[in-house]
């Protein structure tokens, strides 16, 4: 069963007020709906939680031997930002590398939230990111589901568990929260959901800058289908939705810093980080094939060239266009942005589409072989966040 994001559109002008007793034969049926939905995903939700799991137990072990807090580990680098956001909002423009570089749904939401949790601010955060790493777990079973059946599905969600950074879905990133409006944004567009689209598509613009990405998908869809004269409305307001958070956000920075490219200014003169099409991504990659290195610029090496082998077997298989091309702009987006080339893994989480070749084909594979890929890759991807907490000191 899938899981059906509401996009009912207005009763009719002759339809009679709904009464108290058909109010609550709706709210009935939509709770039944739910409760089928929940149970029809709950392999996938259950597997990507016992995955996560061995990872976030393996640092708490891992930090205990060593004498550090995992807490403190889980909410490092560039959590502790979205923390002091979510403490006492944005520093300004005062700071070199303002902290307005960092889009702000995450930290306000655990703001918000912190003021009616019993939890400790840092608690809270993670509580948050812990949640959006299962709602993007239902929402990659959704689609795999969707497209390939319920065993694809289940696969597509615990595979993104179990990648080599996903320990960062279960810090205080936004990661996670991205991955999971992605999802829904591109589940909501396989199903014809304009509306839910384009909330979906604001509210993830408004949770990284690669909102971008999504914003081009959802935009280039509600085009086609208006040139088409297809849904009516629905098209025309998910076109007008999906831009706004981003935008929004954009033109906030603006006017805080007193430039429109405030935002660009901020990454590129305080972060050092600027899309120059891919050259010093190129560069840095021959530095580190060139001499020894580290094993996270290794990492980001391989995932990059993975990325780009998938993106090419994804084409192969002509998966979903929607898709296609959010894994594309993702990529575009990631190999060719400069700086933080340790961090190109983790930028490239959210690009789940990537996977479904590989859970289409565990599928049919059978259990017993999907298992025996999916063991080292668990023992791989809990090394490599303790290895990414604990040896690496720099952010994941």
Known sequence: MDVVI???????ESASPPTDGARGERLTATFRRLGSAIRWAL???AGYAVVRAVGVVTVY???HGIGQHAGALLTRADGNYYLRIARQGYDGYARVQSDMAFFPLYPKLVGALDQLSPLNLRHTALAVAWAAGLAAAWGLFAIGN?????RAGVLLAVLWGVLPHSIVQSMSYSEGLFTALAAWTLYALLRGRWVSAGVLCLLAGLTRPTGSSLIAVVGLAALIAIVRRRDGWRPWLALLLAPAGWLGYLAWVGTQTGRPDGWFHIQ???WRSSFDFGVATGRRAQEILSVPSALQNYMSTLTMLLAITLLVLCALDRQHWHLLLFSALMIVTTVGTAGYYHAKSRFLLPAFPLLLPIAVALARAGWARALTVLTPLLAISAYYGGYVLMIWHRSP
Do not use: Y
């Open 146 to 150: 969707h497209l390939h059946g319920r």
């Open 6 to 12: 509401a996009d009912t559109g207005p009763a009719p």
């Open 268 to 270: 590129s003169a305080g």
């Open 43 to 45: 392999p996938a939700l």
């Open 61 to 63: 072990v891992w930090a």
